[in-house]
């Protein structure tokens, strides 16, 4: 009887969210509304509606061929079972998340749950994924709040070329005047749809920059990547420039990371239960589990959260980029930075990055594997190692091994490989996904193992 009460109240819910959006979209003078998903290899791609229908597909969706999962950031079709030219799934709009899209003319946004011709979740979608890790992580009354904390670059196309738009450097006002037009426009796009901007500034790269938003339950700081994603080229392009998430877009360059920040909370967000005043840098032993889960897999996570051939160029050892599996109290060498508090506010401020994140990743299942590692850690209620307080590069081999301090895979190959070992992950993933999403990966491995440098640089540096 409570199921049947809740399920109806959650559809009535969302159709009293439609209608907002029918009523928004008219007000607006709308003429499309894209419906967004993030594909196995990183890469937005949707369809749009116009408004005649909208309401129908709102509610049931538009059509995609099976296949879409199973391709590469290249265009190219892996082979998968039952992932070619014959059957359907259906984008179905999560409604919470319809925008204006302040970047294209007349028209709006709402990301989707890919689901089955009978309306149940696709098991090869991202999403889906994650939202199984949250209810996962529930059962342990544990809610993440995270935040991806993206850096990118914005270039100017010279014939085929993309050229960083200066060469300021880091932190300087010059670089924070240069990109000034733009920054002031992604900004107030970035907040008309909802996302709170909590800091800017120039980054060490040639036309690098940095601009974080607020965190947000697990789901939601997900869907906030890729809406921001959208925005920040978006912006850029309508003044003609381009911004890069590519992990290393030119290889003299600083690459970009996405260092994903998160923290444990009660299930009802009121308590942090990552804090423990008396714990090593303020750390509960619960943090430590989950920190040690990550760690313990991360050779296998890598694959999901640097997700491209590209990604392997930024993790290096002495980039800041994170190449050890180590961690440390603000140590922006190791994999896992505890971020020091903020005094007076110890209790909601501790939270902990994971460094070895970039944007070429799908962030729903980059964020599902971390939980899905976290919560190994926690069942297992592994232990963490000691921290290290210095660049794990500069301690000997020996004494790296002493505290599992490995480098991290120095290639998608090798990452792909600790997955395909990893249970835990397989299995969190579920069949299809897995299958599909090392498919997928298999053949960009390939197919840029027998192109040039070149050749991996350009189809990078513009296709996240
Ligand atoms: N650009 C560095 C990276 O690739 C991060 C620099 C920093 O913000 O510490 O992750
Ligand atoms: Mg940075």
Redesign the pocket.
């Known amino acids: 009887m409570a199921t049947a009460v809740t399920d109806s109240s959650t559809s009535v819910d969302l159709d009293v969210k439609r209608q907002e959006i029918l009523a928004k979209a008219e007000a607006a003078g709308l003429r499309l509304v894209r419906f967004l998903y993030c594909d196995n290899d990183g890469i937005i791609r949707g369809k749009s509606s116009g408004m005649s229908g909208l309401n129908d597909r709102l509610e049931s969706g538009i059509g995609l061929t099976l296949a879409m999962q199973a391709f590469t950031m290249l265009d190219h079709l892996a082979t998968v079972d039952g992932m070619g030219p014959v059957g359907e799934i259906r984008l179905v709009p999560d409604p919470t998340t319809f925008t204006i899209a302040p970047y294209a003319p007349h028209t709006g946004t709402v990301l989707v749950d890919m689901q089955t011709l009978d309306g149940k979740p696709y098991a090869a979608d991202g999403r889906a994924f994650l939202k199984r890790m949250v209810a996962r992580a529930a059962e342990h009354d544990l809610a993440l709040l995270a935040a991806f904390?993206p850096?990118w670059s914005l270039a100017r196309k010279e014939g085929e070329q993309f050229v960083p738009i200066d060469d300021s450097g880091c932190f300087t006002s010059t670089g924070m005047n240069i990109a000034a037009p733009v920054i002031d426009e992604i900004v107030a796009a970035l907040e008309s749809q909802g996302m709170v901007v909590e800091q800017y500034y120039a980054?060490?790269?040639w036309g690098?920059q940095?601009l974080s938003i607020r965190f947000a339950p697990a789901l939601q700081a997900a869907d906030h990547h890729i809406l921001y994603r959208e925005t920040v080229r978006g912006v850029a392009l309508d003044r003609g420039l381009y911004a890069s998430f590519a992990?290393k877009p030119w290889v003299d360059q600083?690459?970009?990371?996405c260092?994903l920040h998160f923290s444990g909370w009660s299930r009802d967000q009121t308590v942090n239960r990552f804090y423990d005043a008396s714990g090593e840098y303020k750390l509960s032993s619960l943090a430590r589990q989950f920190m040690a889960g990550i760690l313990e897999h991360l050779p296998a996570l890598v694959a999901l959260t640097c997700a491209s051939v590209n990604s392997y160029r930024?993790l290096q050892p002495q980039?800041?980029?994170?190449a050890y599996r180590a961690w440390g109290p603000d140590n922006?060498e190791g994999a896992l930075r505890v971020a020091s508090p903020f005094k007076g506010h110890e209790a909601e401020s501790v939270n902990v990055e994971l460094?070895s994140s970039?944007s070429s990743a799908n962030p729903y299942v980059s964020l599902a594997g971390v939980i899905a590692a976290g919560l190994d850690g926690v069942e297992r209620k592994l232990t963490l190692p000691p921290a290290v307080t210095v660049d794990p590069h500069t301690l000997d081999e020996g004494e790296r091994a002493k505290i599992g301090a490995d480098r991290l895979p120095t290639s998608l190959k090798d990452a792909i490989q600790n997955l395909k070992r990893d249970d835990l992950l397989l299995k969190a993933m579920g069949e299809r996904l897995a299958t599909s999403y090392i498919a997928v990966k298999e053949l960009d491995v390939d197919a840029f193992a027998n192109a040039d440098e070149a050749f991996e640089f350009r189809q990078h540096i513009y296709k996240y």
């Open positions: 904390e850096e980054e060490l790269g690098q940095e992990p600083a690459g970009n990371g260092h930024r980039m800041w980029a994170s922006r460094k970039d």
